[in-house]
């Protein structure tokens, strides 16, 4: 049985949240200050600190400071809104959550069906770190170089937190699996964890899918759906592609990240969610901001904790760990393994690889298939590898003329990049950073 200080200077809302503890098999003690909260985990320190950040003698932050004190308590802060600033502190302080007041026995029951002592998380990680230095694996991701040494650092960092976190990068770079480690580390493993891609859902049926419907809602709404949100309760929503969600859903997005509420189309009753965020984009989020498909306040709601991903092209000596890795993976689901000579391995490393590690397991996945031996070679790398390293060589460039309109120059280089890459769409989406959607919308636009 876990142990719970909690620091709040009314009474009542001490005892009631005292009671509620109680009831999930905690035992319980109360401090209406920071000089009562010293003394009491001096006598005891407990599993869990439910800390108010207003208090007669001082700002709850305060006891934060002193680390040794805090020792292997995990902290969860009590605030009045959720607001970007108190996810900025919790983050900065370390604490792993914080709590909307008044405290509803709902959230509360969260807080406490994942209670996780900071040292059981930091072995975690440290194990991961062992793994990465004997395998090249941490996690969902795979490869030593440097960039991805410095995802790994922000991910081992921002896991045990609830704050949001916001991924941007290439179509392809593996996003979703940056996500999926951050889940796995943190104190919601136990909980679903529901991706979304926002560009491959209907405009007219997304704030359905995201927020759910009551019975009668709509034609053809013929019994009561839960959203994601209702699904995902307890542990994390992964919204990819979040640019492609209208406008009028990222209003209701941000109202729930700030308030924790939410309501399903139809219905004027509030639902409560408990449900951790994480969003990504392969566009550049100012740049998204800037055109409209972005709204400025949710941008900087979402934006609590960046990671960026890097191309495979910034990270190339990641690409003979990422060739073993995808062989490995299909020798185990087809039952052979082959592995890639040193000529495809060189071959592989000096390609740009636009589609990024996406692209590269594709295409070990055809390679494997075409070749009967136990080695693959070069010669059943697809042509376009071939050809695009010629063109590399001979360098691709488009001349603009100054004061050429910016819509005459888009047009100019999503034609010629389409060119480039053999009318490729997909690969042609991944280079420009854009999705498959919008290439669509544009293509469609200039009559292709």
């Given at each position: 049985m876990g142990h719970a200080l909690i620091v709040e200077d009314d009474a009542d809302s001490a005892q009631m949240m005292a009671a509620l503890v109680g009831?999930?098999?905690?035992?319980?003690?109360?401090a209406r200050s920071l000089r009562d909260a010293r003394r009491q985990m001096a006598?005891?320190?407990?599993?869990?600190?439910?800390?108010?950040?207003?208090l007669p003698d001082g700002n709850g932050m305060a006891l934060l400071d002193d680390q040794d004190l805090i020792g292997n308590s995990e902290v969860v802060l009590m605030t009045g809104h959720a607001s970007l600033e108190t996810s900025i502190q919790a983050l900065r302080y370390g604490a792993a959550d914080y709590l909307i007041k008044p405290v509803s026995a709902k959230q509360l029951q969260s807080i406490l069906s994942r209670v996780t002592r900071p040292s059981v998380l930091r072995a975690e990680v440290d194990t991961l770190n062992e793994n990465l230095q004997r395998t090249g694996r941490f996690g969902h991701l795979v490869g030593r170089s440097e960039p991805m040494t410095r995802v790994y650092e922000q991910v081992a960092r921002v896991a045990g937190t609830s704050v949001t976190v916001f991924i941007t990068g290439e179509s392809g770079t593996g996003k979703e699996l940056v996500a999926r480690t951050v889940h796995d580390l943190s104190r919601r493993r136990?909980?679903?964890?529901?991706?979304?891609n926002c560009g491959a859902i209907s405009p007219n049926l997304m704030e359905s899918e995201i927020f759910g419907h009551e019975r009668g809602s709509f034609t053809g709404a013929e019994r009561q759906h839960q959203g994601f949100f209702e699904?995902?309760?307890g542990g994390t929503l992964f919204l990819d592609e979040i640019t492609e969600m209208p406008l009028s859903l990222q209003v209701k997005l941000l109202r729930v990240l700030e308030t924790g509420t939410f309501m399903r189309v139809g219905s004027t009753t509030p639902q409560e969610t408990d449900v951790r965020v994480i969003a990504a984009t392969n566009r550049d989020p100012a740049h998204a901001v800037a055109s409209g498909a972005l709204r400025e306040d949710l941008f900087y709601r979402l934006n609590v904790?960046?990671?960026?991903?890097?191309?495979l092209r910034d990270r190339r000596e990641d690409v003979p760990l990422l060739v073993s890795h995808f062989?490995?993976?299909?020798g185990l689901r087809e039952g052979a393994f082959k592995r890639a000579t040193p000529a495809a391995l060189e071959r592989l490393g000096q390609y740009r690889w636009p589609g990024?590690?996406?692209?590269?397991?594709n295409v070990l996945q055809r390679a494997y298939v075409m070749t009967a031996g136990p080695e693959i070679g070069d010669q059943w790398l697809p042509r376009d590898i071939l050809a695009d390293l010629t063109r590399a060589a001979a360098g691709g460039t488009l001349e603009v003329a100054v004061g050429t309109p910016l819509a005459s120059v888009e047009r100019q280089v999503i034609l010629a990049t389409l060119e480039h890459f053999g009318h490729q769409k997909e690969r042609t989406a991944a280079a420009l950073g854009v999705s498959l959607k919008t290439l669509y919308n544009r293509l469609k636009e200039y009559g292709v």
């Amino acid at each position: 049985m876990g142990h719970a200080l909690i620091v709040e200077d009314d009474a009542d809302s001490a005892q009631m949240m005292a009671a509620l503890v109680g009831a999930e098999g905690f035992s319980a003690a109360t401090a209406r200050s920071l000089r009562d909260a010293r003394r009491q985990m001096a006598l005891q320190q407990p599993d869990l600190v439910l800390l108010d950040l207003r208090l007669p003698d001082g700002n709850g932050m305060a006891l934060l400071d002193d680390q040794d004190l805090i020792g292997n308590s995990e902290v969860v802060l009590m605030t009045g809104h959720a607001s970007l600033e108190t996810s900025i502190q919790a983050l900065r302080y370390g604490a792993a959550d914080y709590l909307i007041k008044p405290v509803s026995a709902k959230q509360l029951q969260s807080i406490l069906s994942r209670v996780t002592r900071p040292s059981v998380l930091r072995a975690e990680v440290d194990t991961l770190n062992e793994n990465l230095q004997r395998t090249g694996r941490f996690g969902h991701l795979v490869g030593r170089s440097e960039p991805m040494t410095r995802v790994y650092e922000q991910v081992a960092r921002v896991a045990g937190t609830s704050v949001t976190v916001f991924i941007t990068g290439e179509s392809g770079t593996g996003k979703e699996l940056v996500a999926r480690t951050v889940h796995d580390l943190s104190r919601r493993r136990s909980r679903p964890f529901l991706g979304v891609n926002c560009g491959a859902i209907s405009p007219n049926l997304m704030e359905s899918e995201i927020f759910g419907h009551e019975r009668g809602s709509f034609t053809g709404a013929e019994r009561q759906h839960q959203g994601f949100f209702e699904r995902a309760h307890g542990g994390t929503l992964f919204l990819d592609e979040i640019t492609e969600m209208p406008l009028s859903l990222q209003v209701k997005l941000l109202r729930v990240l700030e308030t924790g509420t939410f309501m399903r189309v139809g219905s004027t009753t509030p639902q409560e969610t408990d449900v951790r965020v994480i969003a990504a984009t392969n566009r550049d989020p100012a740049h998204a901001v800037a055109s409209g498909a972005l709204r400025e306040d949710l941008f900087y709601r979402l934006n609590v904790f960046p990671v960026e991903l890097p191309p495979l092209r910034d990270r190339r000596e990641d690409v003979p760990l990422l060739v073993s890795h995808f062989l490995q993976e299909i020798g185990l689901r087809e039952g052979a393994f082959k592995r890639a000579t040193p000529a495809a391995l060189e071959r592989l490393g000096q390609y740009r690889w636009p589609g990024n590690v996406r692209e590269l397991r594709n295409v070990l996945q055809r390679a494997y298939v075409m070749t009967a031996g136990p080695e693959i070679g070069d010669q059943w790398l697809p042509r376009d590898i071939l050809a695009d390293l010629t063109r590399a060589a001979a360098g691709g460039t488009l001349e603009v003329a100054v004061g050429t309109p910016l819509a005459s120059v888009e047009r100019q280089v999503i034609l010629a990049t389409l060119e480039h890459f053999g009318h490729q769409k997909e690969r042609t989406a991944a280079a420009l950073g854009v999705s498959l959607k919008t290439l669509y919308n544009r293509l469609k636009e200039y009559g292709v």
